[in-house]
Nanobody
C-alpha cells in the first residue's frame, strides 16, 4: 500500500509559478509510475503530466506542454510538478497518482492505483 500526499498548492497571479510535491509513504515510490491529474469545478478529472518509474519517460497534456515540468527523486520518495506561466484556466485541484510501472495508458486515471487527497491551485487573472 502506498500513501500519497500532495503539497505546494495555493493562490498565484497569472504568469506566476507554483511547485507541487507528492510525497509517498508506506512503500518506496521508486518502482511506480507517477501521474499528475487535475479537476476543475464541474469538469472531469484530466491528465496533466506523467513520469515513468525510472524518470526516463515523461508526457504532458498539450495544454501544459512547455509550461510545466515533472521530476522525481526516488531516494526521497517524492515527485514534483513545476508549474510556470500559470493561467486562470489552470485553476483546479491537483492530484498525484501512482501505479506499478507499465507506461501504457499513462493518461487514463483509471490505470492508477493510488491517489493523494489533492491540493488546490488557484490562478487569478
Amino acid at each position: 500500500q502506498v500513501q500519497l500526499v500532495e503539497s505546494g498548492g495555493g493562490l498565484v497571479q497569472a504568469g506566476g509559478s507554483l511547485s507541487l510535491s507528492c510525497a509517498a509513504s508506506g512503500r518506496t515510490l521508486s518502482n511506480y509510475d507517477v501521474g499528475w491529474f487535475r479537476q476543475a469545478p464541474g469538469k472531469e478529472r484530466e491528465f496533466v503530466a506523467f513520469i515513468s518509474w525510472s524518470g526516463g519517460t515523461m508526457y504532458f497534456a498539450d495544454s501544459v506542454k512547455g509550461r510545466f515540468t515533472i521530476s522525481r527523486d526516488n531516494a526521497k520518495t517524492r515527485a514534483y510538478l513545476q508549474m510556470n506561466s500559470l493561467k486562470p484556466e489552470d485553476t483546479a485541484v491537483y492530484y498525484c497518482a501512482g501505479r506499478p510501472a507499465r507506461l501504457l495508458y499513462y493518461y487514463d486515471a483509471r490505470q492508477y492505483d493510488y491517489w493523494g487527497q489533492g491540493t488546490q491551485v488557484t490562478v487569478s487573472s
